[in-house]
């Protein structure tokens, strides 16, 4: 099956530094990619909507110029959590659909990030 | 609005024995995709199994199978047989064609199966 990565797998930082995450479709183009914010033992809350070549739809209460969103080819989608406070602290998950088929999507493993 | 509800947060069952999982969900669209996720500790997100609405018969995958009652808004998944490795949490799931096109996710439950 399609195959979705992400890396880091696991980041440490410290308060007020900025950290990238990607996400790739090794396998398929992806024009669009979701991204999730799960914390422990909850269910995964949706982000934002990357698009390919546009700017990323975000959700009601999640900052924009805090969660940065990139996707800038049809594989590749960057969400970069700038100045990070503990509070950012989560695992983030992202997930893609193969062409326009959003009812098929493909997980990411996720990435751990806890700001210390 | 569209919502998920999963009544039960944590469930536990007998290896080889059988268990159903309780979804009910919430949409004014006509078309959607019903789906049955597994997050396992890996915390990897894995389909489980999935159902069209326009589909009448439910969906089977092996073991997993649901019980799909659109008039009721109703979308059970039962596990046969129940192994160690389905020892996960479980989370119900929509997206609608047309509509917001974005996946919506219950609250999930809690699956430990016992030796």
């Known amino acids: 099956g399609a195959v979705v990565s992400q890396h880091p797998s696991w980041v440490i930082c410290k308060s007020g530094t900025s950290v990238k995450i990607e996400c790739r479709s090794l396998?398929?183009?992806?024009?669009?990619m979701f991204w999730y914010r799960q914390f422990p033992k909850q269910s995964l809350m949706l982000m934002a909507t990357?698009?390919?070549?546009?700017?990323?739809?975000?959700e009601q209460g999640v900052e924009k110029d805090k969660f940065l969103i990139n996707h800038a080819s049809l594989t590749l989608s960057t969400l970069t959590v700038t100045s990070a406070h503990p509070e950012d602290s989560s695992f983030y998950i992202c997930?893609?659909?193969?062409?326009?088929?959003?009812?098929?999507?493909?997980f990411g493993p996720g990435t751990r990030l806890l700001v210390l | 609005a569209q919502t998920v509800t999963q009544s039960q947060p944590e469930m536990s069952v007998q290896e080889a024995e059988t268990v159903t999982l309780s979804c009910t969900y919430d949409?004014?669209?006509?078309?959607?995709?019903l789906f049955w996720y597994k997050q396992p500790p890996s915390r990897q997100m894995i389909l489980v199994i999935r159902?069209?609405?326009?589909?009448?018969q439910n969906a089977t995958e092996n073991r997993f199978s649901v019980n799909f009652q659109k008039a009721a808004k109703s979308f059970s998944l039962k596990i046969s047989d129940s192994q160690l490795g389905d020892t996960a949490m479980y989370f119900c799931a929509f997206i609608t064609q047309g509509g917001s096109e974005k996946l919506v996710f219950g609250k999930g439950t809690k699956l430990t199966v016992n030796p």
């Open positions: 997930s893609a659909p193969p062409g326009q088929f959003m009812e098929t999507q493909y």
């Open positions: 990357s698009n390919e070549g546009s700017k990323a739809t975000y």
């Open positions: 159902q069209e609405a326009y589909k009448q």
């Open positions: 396998d398929f183009q992806a024009t669009t």
């Open positions: 949409t004014s669209e006509s078309n959607y995709y």
